[in-house]
């Protein structure tokens, strides 16, 4: 052969993606965290190509009515406006029909001049059934046969057009969740294609599984996917149920996508130290690691910092590290661009919700994915606590965001109860809740406010990220110890916990030390020692923004995961 040998290739699968705000690929944290993974490998130059969906009608967009009762309707984007479309085709079986895919290639640029390639596979070829053709449609949507359907294009069909594309050395596949598990099948096929060895012989298992690499983010067992054997084998033909019983890859008459994922892995981590001990009692006979997530920094730094840390060490964009030396800027010059980036998002609150928030005051905010265990309404446990609190200690504002699955009811009850609390605050406290989130309100809301608030219910936040974002822009956390905070945590350094005695969360102690701090110890710093809460913004950035960074989280993975043998 003749041919140059490309450096091997990690293959990076995630059901979602989140690259660009007009890009809708994405739900919450988890497409966040893929993108910003993404990114951080192309600054590196670490050779990677993503894989996922093309989702043409996104998650949704998000309506809410006066009360928060929350509707949804489709996104309406264009594919061809960001990506270009190639002519390449793959194909791959789902219910006895061959179902054809087309690529979308992403060229996600870096600051360094590296590219790394993302593939959004489309079903929506001239050719294909209708109802296939809306396969690749809607992130999440659909019943569980929709999902069965999109996992296999996403993980056999996603090898099959990896190899349409010429990837033919991969290092490492890498699950970015269960989501993509199927892919293990589509390359055991290719061993036992080439070893001419039964399916599921032991060398074409020890083969497939030298490739494979999963992260799990899911410390909720009714969070796995799991499909019911005989659609499993309807989608899927009897054969590949077959071989997933000689695998011994059926549990109690399902197919657990964690389960096969942590079957073919080489290499397993959870995305928090706490999460790993987590995934430990829930799996207790697989090898699991951790390594901590972290978010792109560059992306997620407000203009105005991105301005301090450049005129202070310049280095800072190349190498996260240098955030360390933030030490070296004075505190006063942390305050002013603070109330910049404060000044930003309260232009925003204005041109989205035509609220005017007051910038002296103490700003909350709150905004993920709004679902049961994020408890978005533990603040309003106790309204006139609150109110006493804003009268007495200092006012306070507060603004909330967030998405809930239009099938989950409990998100939606969430949504509807700020609503309420806020119509009961608004003498005392104004509380806004914003529609729409996503990746662009995200950066101004973790750079804007005051305070990042995050009440999960223990032990459900495998990490959580948008707390790292905060502390990149020297916002402090105020947060239940879980996920990844249990490693950011410095008591009044990087932030405050919210009760740090319990195992499991206990609401009446959780909602009692909320309003103990916030009333003794945080609004008091705030208003009378502001030189204290600006040396916490401070620390809070050298401490968390130099670690919690996605460059440190991809040369993890180079070590232990990629290339452990390099
Ligand atoms: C970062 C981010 C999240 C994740 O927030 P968590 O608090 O970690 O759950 C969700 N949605 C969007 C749009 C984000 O940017």
């Given at each position: ?307 301090l840390y450049d005129r202070y060490m310049p280095e800072w964009r190349l190498d996260n590290l240098y955030l360390r030396y933030v030490r070296s800027i004075p505190t006063q010059e942390i305050h002013q661009a603070h109330v910049a980036a404060k000044q930003s998002l309260l232009a925003e609150v204005k041109k989205r919700a035509n609220i005017d928030l007051d ?208």
């Open positions: 052969m003749t041919m140059a040998r490309q450096p091997p290739t990690v293959a990076y699968f995630s059901m979602e993606v989140g690259l660009d705000n007009s890009v809708p690929t994405y739900s919450g944290g988890l497409g966040a965290l893929a993108g910003d993974s993404l990114c951080a490998a192309a600054d590196l130059g670490v050779p990677m190509v993503g894989v996922t969906l093309l989702h043409r009608k996104g998650y949704f967009r998000q309506h809410l009515d006066a009360k928060g009762n929350q509707t949804e309707s489709p996104v309406e984007w264009s594919p061809a406006d960001h990506m270009v479309l190639l002519k390449n085709r793959a194909s791959v079986t789902i219910e006895g029909r061959q179902v054809w895919l087309q690529p979308w290639r992403f060229i996600l640029s870096s600051q360094t001049g590296a590219d790394v390639n993302v593939y959004f596979l489309d079903t929506a070829v001239a050719g294909n059934s209708d109802w296939d053709q809306t396969l690749t449609d809607y992130l999440y949507g659909g019943d569980s046969h929709y999902r069965l359907c999109q996992e296999a294009v996403l993980g056999l069909g996603g090898v099959a057009m990896l190899r349409e594309l010429g990837y033919t050395d991969v290092a490492a596949y890498h699950m970015n969740e269960g989501h993509s598990a199927l892919l293990t099948m589509a390359l055991l096929a290719e061993e036992a294609k080439r070893s001419g060895a039964p399916v599921a012989s032991k060398d074409n298992i020890e083969k497939v599984r030298d490739q494979c690499v999963f992260t799990t983010h899911t410390p909720v067992p009714a969070g796995i996917d799991k499909f019911p054997i005989p659609l499993v084998r309807q989608v899927l033909g009897p054969e590949t149920v077959e071989n997933l019983g000689l695998l011994e890859c059926l549990f109690g008459e399902t197919l657990n996508m964690t389960y096969l994922a942590l079957f073919f892995a080489r290499y397993i981590n959870g995305v928090s130290m706490r999460h790993e001990q987590i995934s430990h009692d829930m799996f207790p006979s697989y090898p699991i690691n951790s390594i901590s997530n972290g978010v792109h920094a560059v992306t997620w730094t407000s203009e105005p910092f991105r301005r910038p002296s005051v103490l700003t909350l905010g709150f905004a993920r994915r709004m679902t049961a265990y994020k408890r978005a309404d533990m603040l309003f446990s106790d309204l006139e606590r609150l109110k006493k609190i804003a009268r007495e200690a200092g006012p306070l504002q507060i603004i909330y965001a967030g998405k809930a699955h239009p099938n989950d009811g409990w998100g939606k009850d969430n949504i509807r109860k700020v609503f309420a609390a806020a119509e009961a605050l608004k003498e005392t406290i104004k509380v806004v809740f914003l529609e729409e989130y996503d990746l662009e309100l995200a950066t101004y809301l973790c750079s804007g406010v005051d305070l990042w608030l995050n009440t999960p219910q223990k032990p459900f936040e495998a990490s959580g990220t948008s707390g790292m974002k905060a502390a990149l822009n020297g916002v402090p956390s105020f947060s239940i110890l879980d996920g990844w905070w249990v490693e950011g945590h410095l008591e009044g350094v990087t932030g405050w916990a919210i009760e740090d005695s319990m195992k499991e969360s206990d609401l009446q102690k959780e909602v009692a030390c909320l309003y103990d701090k916030l009333e003794n110890v945080i609004v008091p710093m705030f208003y009378r020692q502001p030189d204290a809460y600006d040396e916490v913004m401070r620390s809070t950035i050298a401490i968390n923004g130099s670690y919690f960074n996605a460059q440190r989280m991809i040369f993890q993975y180079l070590e232990h995961a990629y290339m452990p043998y390099h």
